[in-house]
C-alpha cells in the first residue's frame, strides 16, 4: 500500500568465430578485435594488430573505453534521456526518505525537485492538484502520489531500468533542486531585502512540519 504526505546468409563455424570475437570484445572493453585471413583461407580473430596477413578491425568492437569513477555506464546515460526519473519531495517527509532510499538501493539515476516554498507549491499544483508527496515520474508520466514500492518498481523494470544497482563506485546522486528556480538578484542589489536571492535559496522557507508553506497539506 502507497504512503504519502499530502502537501496543501552465415555457417555454423562462421556464426562460432563470430560469437568468439563478440566475447573478445565484451570481456575486454578497451581493446580492438582484428579478423585475420590467413594464407590457407583459415579465419581468426585476435585483439593483435596482425602484420603479414589480410586482417581487417571490426569496427565497434572492443574500442569504447570503461566508464570512469562516478561515470554512468551507457546504458543508463540512454535511460537517463530516454525515459528521465523525476521525484517531487518536501523537506521532514518519511515517506519522500523512504521513496528516495529505494531509489537509491536499486541503482536509479533521478533528479530531486524539493518544494520549500509557496511559488513551488503553486508549481506543483499543475502536476498534482491534490498536493501529496512524494510523487515519482517515469518517462514523463506521473505515478499515484504516495510512495509504492511495488507500484514504483513495476513503472521502473516497465522503463527498462535494471532490478540491481548498476551505478558505478564513486557515482554520487544530485542533490535536490527547487520545483522553481529562485530568482536572481538584480545587477548591484544589495541590503537585508536580497539576501535570499543572492544567496541562491528560495526567498521562503518552509516552517518545520506540520507548519507548512501555504498550500501545502498535511
Request: charged content about 10%; glycine content about 10%; aromatic content about 6%.
Amino acid at each position: 500500500m502507497g504512503r504519502n504526505m499530502t502537501l496543501g546468409i552465415v555457417g555454423r563455424g562462421t556464426r562460432a568465430l563470430c560469437g568468439l570475437a563478440l566475447a573478445i570484445a565484451a570481456g575486454s572493453p578497451a581493446w580492438a578485435v582484428y579478423r585475420v585471413v590467413g594464407p590457407d583461407g583459415t579465419v581468426t580473430f585476435t585483439d593483435v594488430p596482425p602484420s603479414g596477413s589480410t586482417a581487417t578491425r571490426l569496427p565497434g568492437l572492443g574500442n569504447a573505453a570503461p566508464p570512469s569513477a562516478g561515470q554512468l555506464p551507457q546504458h543508463l546515460l540512454a535511460l537517463q534521456h530516454s525515459a528521465p526519473v523525476v521525484i517531487y519531495t518536501t523537506p521532514q517527509c518519511q515517506a519522500c526518505e523512504d521513496g528516495l532510499h529505494m531509489l537509491r538501493e536499486r541503482g536509479i539515476p533521478y533528479t530531486q525537485k524539493s518544494i520549500t516554498s509557496p511559488r513551488d507549491a503553486e508549481a506543483f499544483k499543475a502536476i498534482d492538484p491534490s498536493l501529496r508527496v512524494p510523487l515519482l515520474s517515469v518517462a514523463g508520466v506521473p505515478l499515484s502520489p504516495g510512495f509504492d514500492s511495488a507500484a514504483w518498481s513495476q513503472a521502473l523494470s516497465a522503463a527498462g531500468y535494471p532490478a540491481r544497482s548498476e551505478l558505478p563506485p564513486g557515482y554520487h546522486f544530485a542533490a535536490p533542486q527547487p520545483l522553481v528556480p529562485p530568482p536572481a538578484a538584480p545587477p548591484g542589489a544589495t541590503g537585508p531585502g536580497h539576501a535570499s536571492a543572492s544567496s541562491g535559496q528560495p526567498p521562503v522557507v518552509a516552517p518545520p512540519n506540520p507548519n507548512a508553506p501555504p498550500g501545502f497539506k498535511f
